[in-house]
């Protein structure tokens, strides 16, 4: 059964650095892996889609990587902004799968 | 951008009682999801539902809940006979085979 984890749990930082949140997974047979925004009390926001035959993705100050082999993924947010703040939410849909796995997400201040 | 609309946003149901979740999807998705958020825990798929019938559901979704999408645009999500334990932000979303899932701002369920 696919298990998803996100480090950290929590993260607070100064605006203008930048960042990386983790993301692991237990079986590397996924066939994407999906990053989502969730602002409080809100639905989730697709931000990077990466199949599995990629490496990485980017949109605008958001990179996300993918290495299959280790079970990782990181999405890299450069010159991080007020309005960054959020949970940040990875999810795995596997082989053969519909459903995605979602891990518990990293909640993300970004202080003014 | 076209969106993922759901309705009600906040349902408060007395124990026991059916409630119906709904939802309109993009009109260009072929694939739709329910997805579950028990307040402070991760985001859980229930169920996925492609070309009219149910493709994947897990062991959450057993047989007091079903979906159908009665009239080709809505998708709806029924509880027949609701729990304390039922009570959660349920999220629909929808997709096109490889590329991304979109959800909607979800559905508070209250469960009394």
């Known amino acids: 059964k696919q298990e998803v984890t996100q480090i950290p749990a929590a993260l607070s930082v100064p605006e203008g650095e930048n960042l990386v949140l983790n993301c692991s997974f237990t079986?590397?047979?996924?066939?994407?892996l999906q990053w989502f925004r969730q602002d409080p009390g809100k639905g989730l926001t697709s931000l990077l889609l990466?199949?599995?035959?990629?490496r990485e993705q980017t949109s605008g100050r958001l990179n996300a990587s993918l290495d299959k082999s280790s079970g990782r993924s990181t999405l890299y947010i450069a010159a991080s902004q007020p309005g960054d703040s959020a949970t940040y939410l990875c999810?795995?849909?596997?082989?053969?799968?519909?459903?995605?796995?979602f891990g518990k997400g990293t909640h993300l201040i970004i202080q003014p | 951008e076209p969106e993922v609309t759901q309705t009600p946003s906040h349902q408060v149901t007395q124990m026991g009682q059916e409630v119906i979740l709904r939802c309109v999807p993009i009109?260009?998705?072929?694939?739709f999801y329910w997805y579950r958020q028990i307040l402070g825990q991760k985001v859980e798929f229930l169920v996925s539902?492609?070309?009219?019938?149910?493709?994947?559901k897990s062991e959450i979704f057993d047989d007091q809940f079903s979906v159908e999408r009665p009239d080709g645009s809505n998708f709806t999500l029924k509880i027949r006979s609701t729990k304390l334990e039922d009570s959660a932000m349920y999220f629909c979303?929808?997709?096109?085979?490889?590329?991304?899932?979109?959800f909607g701002d979800g559905t508070r369920l209250s469960i009394l």
């Open positions: 999810a795995a849909r596997g082989g053969g799968a519909d459903g995605l796995t």
């Open positions: 079986d590397s047979a996924i066939y994407n």
């Open positions: 990466i199949q599995s035959s990629q």
């Open positions: 009109s260009n998705h072929l694939y």
């Open positions: 539902f492609y070309n009219n019938e149910i493709s994947e």
């Open positions: 979303a929808g997709g096109a085979g490889g590329r991304p899932q979109h």
